[in-house]
């Protein structure tokens, strides 16, 4: 049992977000929005070459175009660039334009070298590599359980695979950067659009070389991030040296453009899966085969940072013989970062559409093949709960089955994630005048953390939310992690809870008042005379935990004769512990489930392999799911207070890609292998149009021949969970 | 620019010698050339920048003089030259609605209109939407509806349907998605802000959420 109080006031009910006024008002001033005095546009030039070394860069020209006041070089010297969109150098003026007329002026002196954008031909022998000094396709990694070789003789049923994801990008819409002020005493502020104020303050400080406690990192408000808004980056550490050099602050915030090459993605995946059963329906045996690429760095032998390309496998499913591998790929592209629930939407999409598959041919319902292989009670639980929410029964019919030219079809999938808590500090300050403000140096990523700790507060101490001054998104306050694995209301409401209860006991206790909760509290305060209550607490076991399920039923309509898919209805079951906010928790799950969509349907980076350049770098050509692309959406949330809070940001994106996978295969009564699901695809699916040349997957049975060729290290294999 | 609009000024002066010089040329040579001339003169007075030159813009209901570059867009003028950050700058070439602004209550993206180009129109952005600190019904609604996460969309989605509900204060779900259809949201909102316009016209909505007790 948790500590959390059982009767609440606030807590689990639907509470308007604290700081919504500001956001709809324009108030609210995002990391890109602030102007301090005399602050300088700063812009990026950027190697237009997939591969080159870099011999010289003269900023002579740049630095005289009136109104520049600074031009740097990312490093000095001869160096290599590995992807198109790699930064080179920067520039600072006093506008835009005089920005983008000393980009312009910069003479880049490169020697172009071969490169591979595509990860099929990368693996190749012969294929230009991203590295001289090692091949594309780095060491596999396996991970073996029972015995997978023996085991496949022994199922009644054997079914096969091959699946293959796209690669995602975050598209924030507040693109990464900063604005940052180097005083002359090296003193540094900087307003960043981050997930983690701490962490980009260690890296500025590292950097620009001076201590932690000269670096004060601001976070007032910030515009999305899905995982890939963690340090300063090059844009800050360009903007910080350029504000040293001219005294001034700066600001560099990435263009649309940029924002799609170099600050991260969703790794690619390339998986073939062989799955095993008796006639029961019961797992027996998983093969995997995979390889994927996180860009540039991905293949593990070579330097570079960003997250490797591997995912968890077999997904959720208890299967007693198992072998996974999983390769890296190095490609010359942009780096991987995490992304919302790292490597599970891969993961998720191959086991559950093989499971479909298996369920097929098996002729058992699909949300029956999951009862029987899911080893987790709550999910089984939350299956059951969402086969009657949905109708399933009746809704499910088999594959291919539905009349006429607009076939419909459901589909089912699960989810796991952990979003446990961990440490955070924070302050409480009790004022003579019955003001209370809480410090906590977490942030808001959108998910309505602020209003947490003044949900939490208001509980405690029995005040309306509004009354309560909740201040976050500062490096002077107590620090706190960065909010990513879904951690950030798990970390932050214990440590609330605890820094306002002993608030509350120290305020009982000096003002002699019993219970200062609610109607008495301004009393009590008043007895405080001279000296606000001023309290240190932290996060601590018992108010939070971590592991959770969720489901997700979908229903599509395909229009056979133009490939189209129109998503009808997501059903979201998911538990979350102890429900904080419920109106901003749903909004939590609809955000999800809607950038689900946009992997399942429409999202992918396009790179040209004759230029090695993105193709799709903005909007109108990356697409991402519009209003009038929405679904119905139900939400069932499984109270559970007894376990404490638990995060939900992550779990939810999760299923659904291979919800509407497995409607889509339901519907028209074959699968489409490869994400996203275009209206090509279905059509070539359905035989109605031939394959098209170019496709990875048109290439894909060979690769994996070479894959099985390369000595594999025994090790473990690498779900890439985040820390 | 709004003085020079045809519609305003059915016989431009420029039009006025054009018109002059196409009869004219056939018949006397030498007045032709005055024409050309003149032409040549008046085309130049029309050509401004590439430096800096006064624009005036009014915005919010005040008058704002600034000295920009003919190429500077009203987002970049409002963001980057004025205080006025409620416009985001997402895309940069209206294909999110994150900048929208209200032209004489048109709804328009600020990175497709130079700033030169909006003189004369009554502009509103974000801040001068409820200038009594009190909101209006709909921002309200996106509020307790909570049409909104991260934020960052929120100003371009509220103008929007700010200008649907003037025109249509009595919209259906197909109007509102509509009127939205130029706006994106990364962080998924949009059931939300559906819901926020549709309360704020007074027809009800429901929330397809419940919360089970799990024991």
Redesign the interface.
Known sequence: MSDWPKKTEYL?RST??V????????????A??V?PEGWL?GMILRSKWPSAVIRSIDLEKAKAVPGIKAAVTVRNGERHVRYYGEELAAVAGV???ACLDALRLITVEASPQPFVVDVVEAIKPDSARVFADAPNLGEAKIKEEGDIHGAFGKCDVVVEGEFSTQVQLH?????HGNTIQVETDDACTAWASTQGIFSVRDGLASNLNIPQTRVRVITD????G?GAKFGPGVEGSLAARMSRETGLPVKI?L??FEESLAVGIRPSSYQRIKLGADKEGKLIAFDLDAFGSAGFASGGSSAGGGGGAGFPAPYIYRVPNVRAKHAGVAINAGSARAFRAPGHPQGSFGMESILDDLAVKLGIDPVEIRLKNDPLE?RR?EYE?GREKFDWLQKYRPPGTSPGPIKTGVGVAGATWGGGGRGTKAQATINPDGTVEIRCGTQ?????ARTVVALVAAEIFGLPPERISARIGDTEFPASGGSGGSTTTASVAPAIFDVCTKALNELQVLSGVADARGANFDAACRKLGMEPVVMQGEWREGLSSSGVGGVQFAEVDVDTETGFIKVKKILVVQ?CGL?VN???A??????????GLGYALYEQRVMDPQTGVCLNP???TYK?????D?P?????????PERGVIGIGEPVTIPTAAAVANAVANAIGVRVHSLPITPDKVLEALGQIPAGPETASSDLDKSFVVVEDLPAVAGEFTDDVPS | MAQEHPLNHPVSRRGFFKGLGATAVATVASRAEVVAGELTKLDAERVQGPGAIPVDLVINGKRSSLQLEPRVTLLDALRNHLPLTGAKEVCDRATCGACTVLMDGVPVYACMILAVDAQGAKITTIEGLSPDGRLTKLQEAFVTCDGLQCGFCTPGFVLSLSALLEKTPQPTEAQVLKACSGNLCRCGSYPRVVQAALQAAGVKTASRCEVIRHV
């Open positions: 689990g308007p977000r700081d919504g006024p500001a956001k709809v008002t324009g108030a609210a001033k995002y890109s929005d102007q546009y506008s835009k334009q598209q924030a819409l507040e693109t408000y910030m515009g999305g899905f915030m263009t649309r709550l639980k709960i808001d990523l959108g998910t309505g538990d429900v419920k109106l901003t749903e909004s939590q799950v609809n955000g999800g489930v809607i950038m903005n909007f109108e991402l799911p519009g209003a009038a929405v119905e959406i139900e939400i069932v949330l499984l109270d559970m």
